[in-house]
Every structure is written in C-alpha cells, then in structure tokens.
C-alpha cells in the first residue's frame, strides 16, 4: 500500500483491519492524492534550474552506475527543495522513487 498508488479511501481499511495500526504519516494525514493526478506544473525557469539532472540519473542508473545515479536524484531533490517544489509534486515524487531505487538496486 503506498500513498502514490492507492487513495487513502483504499489504503485505511487495508492497514487498520490488516495491519492493526491507523496510519499517521503525512500522506494519509493530509489525504494525498495519487501520482497521476498529482500537481506536474514547472515553470521554464524552474525547468531550466533542474536541467537534465533525470536524464543524467538515467544513463548511469542504466550503466548500473548507482552511486553517481543517486546522487543526481539527490542534487535534483535539493533544488527543488530550493524552489519550495516539495512533496506532493509530480516530479519530487518521481526523483524520489528515482533514489530510493538506487540504493534498492546497490543492494542487488
């Protein structure tokens, strides 16, 4: 149950009666929506901050490079951090995933 895939009219009775807990974390509290409905706008400017910082994280994600890829997600997140782009946007979430799979893939 993840909070991009499921609504919280989904994920609630799944983790209270199958789990046993009601769930506390931010996207439940705040009722965040699912990833393809999440905001995606970016100004140019913003676009243009960003650069092609995905598409590096990509290449070296694809070259199993997963050091240097995570670290493009990390710059990527930092910016966005900067321009008050935070969760729940489109692209955090997306870099995001980008980063937690990096270090998934590390493990392999």
């Not at 969760?87 to 955090?92: D, G, I």
Request: net charge positive.
């Amino acid at each position: 149950m993840h909070h991009l895939s499921n609504t919280k009219a989904e994920r609630t009775p799944v983790i209270e009666n199958g789990l046993l807990f009601s769930c506390k974390c931010k996207a439940c509290l705040e009722n965040w929506t699912i990833l393809p409905k999440l905001e995606s706008r970016l100004s140019q400017a913003e676009m243009g901050k960003l650069g092609t910082l995905l598409s590096k994280y990509q290449s070296h994600f694809r070259e199993h490079k997963f050091e240097k890829a995570s670290t493009f997600c990390i710059e990527y997140l930092k910016k966005m951090d900067e321009m008050k782009i935070i969760a729940p946007h489109r692209n955090y979430e997306i870099a995001s995933m980008a980063l937690s799979s990096c270090f998934w893939a590390s493990l392999q």
